[in-house]
């Protein structure tokens, strides 16, 4: 019998897209666990918000993080409620301009 294909929030892709345009840090957890790793990344780097981290506990396993403002938060936590992180208003806000300019540019040729 055929399974049933699982819904994909509107919401969920719409934040993750946003979340592609954020920078992104790939990193090992090492002894650390995947969250103190990351902390510890973002101290020693200076890493400023936003920011991606993409932590490999193990050669299956892999946690992903976002760096805002107000701390570090599960990826797909932002990727639902990606409106309450004003950073990330401001990259989508980004994102929209640089569509508005490549449609009025193929407009032009």
Same mark, same amino acid.
């Given at each position: 019998? &055929?399974? /049933?294909?699982?819904?994909?929030?509107?919401?969920?892709?719409? +934040? @993750? /897209?946003? $979340?592609?345009?954020?920078?992104?840090?790939?990193?090992?957890?090492? *002894? =650390?666990?995947?969250?103190?790793?990351? @902390?510890?990344?973002?101290?020693?780097?200076?890493? !400023?918000?936003?920011? $991606? $981290?993409?932590? @490999? @506990?193990?050669? #299956?396993?892999? =946690?992903?993080?976002?760096? !805002? *403002?107000?701390?570090?938060? +599960? !990826?797909?936590?932002?990727?639902?409620? #990606?409106?309450?992180?004003?950073? $990330?208003?401001?990259?989508?806000?980004? *994102?929209?301009?640089? /569509? *508005?300019? &490549?449609?009025? +540019? &193929? !407009?032009?040729?």
């Amino acid at each position: 019998m &055929a399974r /049933k294909r699982k819904r994909k929030s509107r919401r969920r892709q719409e +934040g @993750r /897209k946003i $979340l592609a345009l954020v920078p992104q840090y790939n990193i090992e957890s090492g *002894e =650390d666990k995947p969250v103190t790793a990351a @902390r510890k990344y973002i101290a020693t780097q200076g890493i !400023a918000p936003p920011a $991606l $981290l993409v932590v @490999r @506990r193990n050669e #299956h396993t892999t =946690d992903r993080y976002f760096w !805002a *403002e107000k701390g570090l938060f +599960g !990826a797909q936590y932002v990727e639902e409620n #990606h409106f309450l992180f004003p950073s $990330l208003q401001f990259v989508k806000s980004l *994102e929209e301009e640089v /569509k *508005e300019v &490549a449609v009025v +540019g &193929a !407009a032009r040729s």
